[in-house]
């Protein structure tokens, strides 16, 4: 079975400070798929990120950075210099590459409050 | 490129009654997922269509739920006789077959579901 944690249920930061959101989870495919999404106020999801569990290399894409450690099981994203539109929920979720593994195990998601 | 939709936003209804949604894919989007969000948490995976065939359904897909997807284009979820519990966000997402790896999934705004 498939698990994503993320043990922060609410975080509130002031604007343009760093904030990083964390996300650990449980899987036992050799070949999986690791994803952060964002729900904003509106409620829709918006697609962030994949990594690919063989590709460990860490990016940067702008305020956004990802953080993908397989010997600690653990995807944690950051922002830097937040802004107010960034306030929204955050979900970590979970893929394998064939049959039932395709669908999406999400974690219970990280609200995102940035103040002015 | 038109993302996905989904009709209708929100319905109110009578516990007892039956409701359809209806999501629209992205345009020759051949994969076609539905989720069920309840507040503060995750979305859950229910079920996922191939084209017009219905390939994985969770154990929490009642026999009063059922999808369809007739032509491998819009989809349908109808539930029947709902209850209470019902009450929900249902979430429905789209993906392209890829080559070699899974596929990434973008989400509709949703059909937020209130059963009186």
């Known amino acids: 079975a498939q698990k994503v944690t993320q043990a922060q249920t609410e975080i509130s930061v002031v604007e343009k400070e760093d904030v990083t959101l964390d996300c650990v989870y449980e899987?036992?495919?050799?070949?999986?798929?690791l994803f952060w999404y964002k729900q904003p106020p509106s409620g829709e999801l918006v697609f962030l990120i994949r990594?690919?569990?063989?590709?460990?290399q860490n990016e940067i894409s702008g305020r956004y950075s990802w953080n993908f450690q397989k010997s600690t099981s653990s995807f944690n994203f950051t922002i830097t210099a937040s802004q107010v539109v960034d306030s929204a929920v955050y979900f970590c979720?979970?893929?394998?590459?064939?049959?039932?593994?395709?669908?999406?195990?999400f974690g219970s998601g990280t609200q995102l409050t940035v103040l002015p | 490129d038109t993302g996905v939709s989904q009709d209708p936003r929100h319905k109110i209804t009578k516990r007892g009654q039956n409701v359809t949604f209806r999501c629209d894919p992205i345009s020759e989007h051949n994969r076609l997922y539905w989720y069920r969000q309840t507040l503060g948490q995750g979305p859950e995976f229910l079920t996922y269509?191939?084209?017009?065939?219905?390939?994985?359904k969770s154990r929490l897909l009642s026999d009063r739920f059922s999808a369809e997807r007739p032509k491998g284009s819009f989809s349908t979820l109808e539930i029947q006789r709902t209850e209470q519990g019902d009450s929900a966000m249902y979430l429905c997402?789209?993906?392209?077959?890829?080559?070699?790896?899974?596929?990434?999934?973008?989400f509709g705004p949703g059909t937020r579901l209130t059963v009186l």
């Open positions: 979720a979970l893929s394998g590459s064939s049959g039932s593994a395709r669908q999406l195990t």
């Open positions: 997402a789209s993906s392209v077959i890829p080559s070699g790896s899974t596929d990434t999934q973008y």
């Open positions: 899987t036992r495919d050799t070949t999986y798929y």
């Open positions: 990594r690919n569990s063989f590709d460990e």
């Open positions: 269509f191939q084209n017009e065939a219905q390939l994985e």
